[in-house]
């Protein structure tokens, strides 16, 4: 099995995590969230497609460079997006012990655009504390499948996916000092290109403190494919980008306003258990605008 092909999962989980910062609710009309960050992941070490720990020779990784944003049209339409302007896959040189490097092994870069996402959540009902929001989002493949160069790296998938998603947020404390909220989705990632199609589900629960300028936050977030694909995992898109890949992915987040509109937001993502996909921490940083 190619290593270089299986953290799939990390890029879906951290758009997804990410494109619905707001849970079961919507931006009011005219408000808008806007975050430039880094994100970052490398590893030998891998869940086979059976699951096992399993371990390759060389590091394999992926960082990118991207645009978030959210923008209330009205107060129940939210437009969402999701752009990494530079992503760079990259595979390590092996050396063993004596400081000699595997020709067979040299290492490589592939640096482009990504695969970007746009799309829509539409306000269901919002009554009380509690928000139901359901979302339409649209996988662009604007990144390089890899298809083109003997390493396979790649920053996409070549396929144009559709997720459909529901949330339910619950507010189960608000003050002007303290709050406190939790959040449920449902989703299903339609997939071409004789991929297998996704389930998608998790829960989130965050508090803010210091008049809500501190924000913890933990995730949850599941992806499980239908395996109805024809693609071979080790198929012509044989890169960064598996078929059929699976996980269960616990997120710690946290972010802090250094203003009523500016701050800073970092993550970083462990994956407990899964198929073709690392088995190594993923981190994100940046700072957000957020005009309430």
Do not use: H
């Amino acid at each position: 099995m190619k290593f270089n092909k299986i953290f799939n999962f990390l890029l879906l989980t951290f758009i997804t995590t990410s494109c619905f910062a707001g849970g079961g609710w919507t931006k009011k009309k005219g408000k808008s969230y806007i975050k430039v960050a880094g994100w970052w992941v490398e590893s030998k070490d891998f869940f086979s497609g059976t699951g096992e720990n399993s371990k390759s020779t060389v590091d394999n990784g992926l960082f990118n460079i991207n645009i978030y944003a959210e923008y209330g049209f009205t107060d129940k339409l939210t437009a969402i997006a999701y752009i990494p302007f530079f992503t760079r896959s990259y595979q390590n040189k092996e050396i063993d012990q004596n400081g000699v490097v595997n020709q067979a092994l040299t290492g490589g870069d592939l640096n482009s655009f990504g695969d970007a996402e746009i799309g829509i959540k539409y306000s269901i009902f919002q009554k009380g504390r509690f928000a139901l929001a359901g979302s339409l989002i649209l996988g662009l493949p604007l990144g390089n499948d890899g298809s083109d160069q003997t390493l396979a790296l790649a920053t996409g998938d070549g396929e144009f996916n559709q997720l459909l998603r529901a949330d339910l947020g619950i507010s189960l404390y608000n003050s002007d000092t303290t709050s406190i909220y939790s959040n449920v989705y449902l989703g299903y990632n339609n997939r071409t290109k004789d991929f297998s199609d996704e389930y998608r589900a998790g829960a989130e629960l965050g508090a803010g403190f210091l008049k809500n300028k501190l924000w913890l936050v933990g995730k949850l977030d599941i992806i499980e494919s239908t395996e109805n694909g024809n693609k071979g995992v080790s198929g012509g898109s044989a890169s960064v980008f598996a078929n059929n890949s699976e996980v269960v992915n616990l997120t710690a987040e946290t972010a802090i306003y250094f203003t009523k509109k500016i701050g800073l937001n970092a993550s970083a993502s462990f994956p407990v258990s899964g198929q073709n996909v690392y088995d190594a921490p993923a981190y994100s940083a940046g700072i957000f605008l957020d005009i309430k």
